[in-house]
């Protein structure tokens, strides 16, 4: 099987301040088919989302600076990213939390400790969803 060709591999922004998750993220979401993409800030997030408008951003709520919450709102308030899918990868679990994150424009909200597999397949929903290039 060919590998797509990069033009057209769907990327993922995973934007955590912690780098064991975000290895443990790209692991689980390492793919032929994607470029994965990593931020470790809010300000650094919200930079590679606007130059590289990924097909889905997983976000942390708690990062250095701008947090996860402001990098969404400011994502949904612009033409060229309001559209791309953000899920929240978070260990703010509680349902007023859940509640702030899903009103700041995520379109999913999945809480720290998380199963690989259950990443794996809330990501693969968004982007299967999403994919434009995807078999009929």
């Known amino acids: 099987m060919e590998d797509r060709p990069e033009a057209l591999k769907l990327k993922v922004l995973i934007a955590d301040d912690d780098?064991?998750?975000r290895?443990?993220?790209v692991t689980t979401l390492m793919d032929d088919d994607r470029t994965l993409l990593e931020a470790r800030d809010g300000e650094?997030?919200?930079s590679v989302a606007r130059r590289e408008r990924p097909d889905l951003i997983l976000l942390d709520i708690a990062m250095p600076g701008l947090s996860g919450l402001a990098v969404c709102r400011r994502l949904r308030r612009e033409a060229g990213t309001r559209a791309i899918p953000v899920i929240?990868?978070?260990?703010?679990?509680?349902?007023a939390d859940?509640?702030?994150?899903l009103s700041a424009?995520?379109?999913a909200y999945l809480t720290k400790p998380f199963s690989p597999?259950?990443?794996?397949q809330l990501s693969e929903q968004f982007l299967l969803?999403?994919?434009?290039?995807?078999?009929?």
């Open 19 to 21: 780098d064991a998750l």
């Open 23 to 25: 290895r443990l993220v």
């Open 44 to 46: 650094e997030a919200l």
């Open 88 to 95: 929240m990868l978070t260990g703010h679990g509680r349902a």
């Open 98 to 101: 859940r509640e702030r994150g």
């Open 105 to 107: 424009g995520a379109d």
């Open 117 to 120: 597999l259950e990443l794996l």
């Open 129 to 136: 969803a999403g994919n434009r290039f995807c078999p009929a």
